[in-house]
Structure formats: C-alpha cells, structure tokens
C-alpha cells in the first residue's frame, strides 16, 4: 500500500497459532503500542497475549520494522502508533498486509472460487466497534439460502463461520468489520474488500501470479445490470465470461473470466461512474491463493462529513456509502456541491508546480488534493508536508508548508546529549542540560516557534532525563535539577501553547502526551524522596509540586496559605483539593507518610475531548510509594473539585489509568 493510506489503528487476524506480526515504519520516531483482548476467566494463555507492550521505533534509518509472534492466534488484538506505519500478518505460505481500520466496510460480496480442493471454507470476521450485527446470506445453485446472525458485543471480537464453497455470499453490517477468507487447511486466506471500496478500473500486472501457476482467472463482482459495459483492454469482456451467476435477489452477479497466458490487463467500464470488484485467481497444482485487487482505501470508516464534490478525488463527498458515482458535467457550476459526487473526467487539471520556500525546502510539482512530504527546513529536523489544493476545478495552489512536526535542531541537540548522559560518555550536568532546555523552549515560545513538534521532543527529553535520575538511583536529585525540572513543566503547560497541544493530540489522536507528562511527575517526585531530609514545594505559575513526610497532621493540598504572594494567580484559581486527615495517617500508615502531590492549573485546557467528556475541572495528583498499604483507607480521602462548566450534565470523578496509556 503507498504510504498515503497507511494508517494509526489496526486489528490483528491470524490464520492460524504459527503466523507472526510485522510492522513498519518510515523515517519518523514512532511509538507503537500493541493491545490484546481481555483473557475471560481462568486464562491459560501465555504473557505474550495478554501484557499488553509498547516499542519506540527510532527514525535514524529510513525504514524501520519490528516483529512478534507468540505461537497463539492473537487475532483481535489492536495495534496504535503515533504516525502512520505499515502491518503485515505472515503465515506460513504468504505475507497478508493489513488494512488499517478506518478503511473497514459494511457490505460485502463473499464469491465462490474456482477450481477448489475443499468443500467449505472459513470466514473470519473481526468487529470494529461494540454492538455490531451482521448478517450474511449465501445462495446456492440449487436456490437454497443458508442465513447467519451474528453479534459483537465488544470491539476486537472475531467469530469465524465455516460456508460452503459453491456459495456466493451477501455479507451485510451496521458497523464497519473485516472478513478473512480462509481454506479450512489454513494455508491461505486473502482480505475480503468492502462493496464501498470497489473501483471504476483496474490494472492487472502480468506477474502477480507465482511461476508455477497452471492457471489465472478472474472474479468480478457487478451489478448485474452493469455487467455489459465492462471490457478488458477496451473490448467488451463478454466474450471472455467462462460462467455468470446471479447472486441471489442482492443485485449483484459474479463473473468467472480465463485469463490465459500472462500480459498486462485494463479493466474497466464504459461508464466512469460504475464500480466493480476484481478478484484475481492463481491456480497451481496443489492449492488456489486469490488476490484482491485495487482498493481505494478511501476513510470510510470515519466519520462523514459532506463536501464540494472533485471529479475523481476518491472520496464519498456526499456521504451517501458510494464514491464517485455522479456523472457531472464539467461545463457546468450547478453540479458541484455538496449533494453530489463526481467521476472522473478527461478534463486537463493543472497541477502546483515545484518551488523553493523559505526555509530551502524543494517542493516537487504534485497533482491537486495530493501531498508532497519534505525533510524539514534549515535548523530544523523531522518531516513537513504541503497539499496542493484543487482551485476552481481547474488547477492547482500550494496550501503552504506544515511544519508543526518540524524540530529545532537545538532541541534535537539536547535529546543527544541526554542519550549521552545516560550511557556516560558526555560530561555534562543534568542540570545544566535542563536549564539548556528552559532556555530554549523560552526562546522558541517567544518566537512563537514552539510547535507540537517541539512540544512533543521537550516532553520526550524529560522523560529521559528522569530515566537518568532513576539510573542514578540512590543518589535522588539536586535543588538546581528539581528548580529547573519544574520550570522546563511549568512552561510546557503554559496556556500559550493550547494550539501546539490542539495540533499534537490531533494528530496522535490520543492523550498519549498527556499522560506522559503526568507519569513523568509521578516517577520524578519520587526520587525527589531519594536521600532527600528536608521537604519540596516548588511552586510555578502552572503548576504546583510537593514532596514531603507527613507526620500525624492533616495534609492539605495544595494549601493556598502556605504559597507565596509573588503567585497571586495561581493563591485566586485554585479550584481543587485533597485533604488527607490525621487519623488516615495515624490508623492506617503508621504514622507517616512520604507523598508526592501535583498540582496543574491549566492541565483541563490542554486534555482533548475523550469518549464524549469533557474534563470539567483542574487536575490534582496525589502519590504515595508503591510500598505503601494504601487500600481501605478510615477516614477516606476527601477530594473536593470547583466546576469548569456551569452547564454540563452527567458529571462524574474519574482517575487516570496510566496502563491505558
């Protein structure tokens, strides 16, 4: 798959006990988290398939890739990155490369094949979201119909169903799913595409099938009352039709084309607006392997949202589950708008021809609605792109750089220089190091050059530089490491960075920066304890930090008395409280405790919207060590929130699971 339609989230299907994972990635530092489904009740399955793990894929070679196996069927186990990666299933006899999960469908046409050894085959399905209902129908030639209902309860489900192999199938969802053909040896399967995907034509290389194939034909999926404007190498491909079926009372039929002997192939339909779907057959003398070809990867499994139609653009404009199924007339204005979606044309489009930037960036000429991706600029690294956007239908216009990934090279400096540190070949303090790093995010913030790039490198350099505290470990931290530790924090959090943090959780598309920084703070203030006699409290404009032994008193936090008047601000907006009573300690924990508490003042500005909350208050953490017997705590803590929102509804408390990630 080209690299455009690479994606975020993948579901995991396997064949059978013995295939392996791969995944890929291009030229980025990319974390992949890898998720298994629950193990019910008493599991048996190894650690392998339960532990959920997570890899950090580093972008100094172009391409990167990693590989898992565990000798179990982790079908249903979900794969999430942070920039797009490629993922590939490997059985025994082939390598499967999966389609990420925003591409997924709700129809599908499941055809027999050819020239079968077995009687029956197996459908493998795996469900997107919860509740999802699907039903199939398949028709024999004798004119009976076999029916089956199934139901997801949760996401990531798989059921597999095993159907006979002279059935042609009508598979129909209320949600998106993927359906896995399987023979019932398990040594080969192939993806099922969606009817939404379908193209309006085809290029059939000559050498996709394997040298020792005795035989190549074709599966075409129709609407049978299209089937007559298909051709093959711009003649009618009636004359090539072996056998036609219609399927059932679903519209459809499926065509059985020889191919012959190898040559390149053009299939495609008199009508640009009519969409069929090619399945090619390789036959050997011990097995068939089928290849489906030409998705369009279309988003169609994400949210909808109407647009001006494009002649061509692959897109469902018109949100109505079909693309580019419009015939319009490119003379005319009426038929662009929303209620409409174009096929492609003839019509000449003028593309956005190369050009220099500011930044020295070549820009190479690129065909409208499509992006040109560049090594960042002078003084920066990473990666920027640029689309060219389609204007009057006619040509093309730079939108202009995106350079929110794009990282100071001066930042990327102190990242090397923190690996340095932490396998001891550079003589350097950590302290230095952090104040380097305050200098510079101040610097950039000030230039209003502080994107979610360089937000995202800052947040990762504190992350490593509390990894060498913890390597340190018996030696804690030193008052210029926390002052300057904080303040690096202090500025991250800043209510001037609300578009850098907009830009960075959308396109993570999770709070997966949030929660770092959070179990940042968690991991530092404890080593703040680490040969540490007197108490912390460093107080910032954004956040608050305490570590301290409490003895058999009342422990408030934070306590606005005790801040000092030269934080005005933060003594006034302080809208949430922990309150750990004398008698918790004295009953409970032996008469003292060391704690770390956090508190971040602008935190609820900075977290995205997530499973359709709104985080309605400030954010306080309160950290006791892990050896700490904290269950059942008399009296109980007392935590007490102010309301950001005065009208929302369905308030609730909630904490943060940091193995959710």
């Known amino acids: 798959m080209p690299l455009d339609v690479l994606g975020t989230q993948y579901v995991i299907v396997f064949a059978n006990t013995s295939d392996q994972i791969t995944i890929m990635g291009i030229g980025e530092d990319i974390t992949v988290n890898l998720k298994f489904p629950e193990c019910p009740g008493n599991c048996s399955l190894p650690d392998c398939a339960t532990k959920d793990v997570s890899y950090q894929m580093r972008g100094i070679v172009e391409c990167n890739h990693l590989t898992y196996s565990c000798h179990v069927d982790l079908t249903g186990s979900m794969i999430t990155s942070d920039f797009p990666v490629s993922v590939m299933v490997h059985t025994a006899n082939q390598t499967l490369q999966l389609p990420p999960i925003n591409t997924w469908g709700r129809k599908f046409i499941v055809a027999s094949l050819p020239y079968t050894l077995f009687r029956n085959f197996s459908l493998k399905m795996v469900s997107k979201e919860a509740n999802t209902n699907i039903t199939i129908q398949c028709y024999r030639e004798n004119g009976t119909i076999d029916t089956f209902d199934i139901y997801f309860n949760e996401s990531g489900e798989h059921v597999v169903k095993s159907i006979s192999t002279a059935s042609n199938c009508l598979m129909q969802s209320n949600k998106p799913v993927l359906p896995v053909h399987m023979t019932e040896s398990e040594e080969a399967m192939f993806i099922i595409p969606p009817v939404e995907q379908y193209s309006s034509d085809y290029l059939l290389p000559a050498e996709l099938c394997r040298e020792d194939s005795i035989n190549r034909s074709l599966i075409i999926i129709s609407t049978t009352n299209h089937t007559n404007g298909l051709r093959m190498d711009g003649l009618p491909i009636a004359d090539n039709i072996f056998q036609r079926q ?66 061509g653009d692959g897109l469902d404009n018109d949100c109505d589950d079909l693309i580019d199924e419009d015939i319009c007339d490119n003379s005319s204005t009426d038929d662009f708008h929303n209620e409409t979606d174009c096929a492609t044309t003839s019509r000449e489009i003028l593309p956005c021809l190369k050009y220099t930037d500011t930044n020295e960036v070549e820009w190479k000429t690129t065909l409208p609605n499509d992006y040109d991706y560049q090594t960042c600029g002078k003084r920066m690294t990473g990666n920027t792109s640029n689309l060219c956007e389609l204007k009057e239908r006619l040509y093309g216009v730079w939108r202009g750089p995106d350079n929110s990934f794009c990282v100071s090279e001066s930042l990327s400096v102190i990242a090397a220089k923190l690996h340095l540190t932490l396998n001891g070949t550079i003589n350097v303090t950590l302290a230095d190091i952090l104040n380097e790093t305050l200098s510079i995010t101040n610097k950039l913030i000030s230039k209003d050059n502080f994107n979610a790039g360089n937000l995202k490198s800052v947040i990762e350099s504190l992350d490593l530089a509390v990894t060498i505290i913890e390597e340190r470990s018996t030696l804690g931290t030193t008052k210029r490491e926390r002052e300057n530790f904080i303040s690096v924090l202090d500025r991250l959090l800043s209510s001037v960075n609300v578009e850098s943090w907009r830009m960075l959780n959308q396109k993570i598309k999770t709070t997966k920066y949030v929660s770092t920084i959070m179990s940042i703070v968690s991991r530092f203030g404890f080593q703040v304890h680490v040969n540490q006699l007197e108490d912390v409290i460093i107080v910032r404009e954004n956040i608050v930090f305490e570590s301290k032994k409490g003895f058999i008193d009342d422990v408030i936090f934070p306590n606005v008395s005790m801040l000092s008047s030269s934080y005005q601000q933060m003594r006034d907006s302080v809208n949430a409280m922990i309150f750990f009573s004398k008698g918790t300690i004295k009953n409970n924990l032996n008469g003292s405790i060391d704690y770390t508490a956090v508190y971040y003042r602008t935190l609820t500005k900075l977290l995205p919207s997530a499973y359709g909350f709104d985080i309605g208050s ?44």
Not at 272 to 277: A, E
Not at 621 to 645: D, G, M, R, W
């Open 618 to 661: 400030d954010v306080v953490s309160f950290s006791l060590p892990t050896f700490a017997a904290a269950n059942n705590l008399f009296p109980p803590i007392q935590i007490e929130y102010e309301h950001v929102y005065s009208n929302k509804t369905n308030s609730t408390c909630v904490f943060w699971d940091f193995d959710k990630g």
């Open 246 to 311: 219609k399927i059932g009372q679903t519209g459809y039929t499926r065509l059985f084309v020889n191919l012959g002997a190898p040559k390149l192939h053009l299939l495609d339909h008199t009508a640009p607006n009519i969409v069929f779907g090619v399945f090619l057959v390789c036959s050997t003398q011990t097995t068939n392997y089928v290849i489906p070809l030409g998705m369009r990867m279309a988003p169609i499994a994400e949210k909808c949202k109407s647009t001006s139609s494009i002649p």
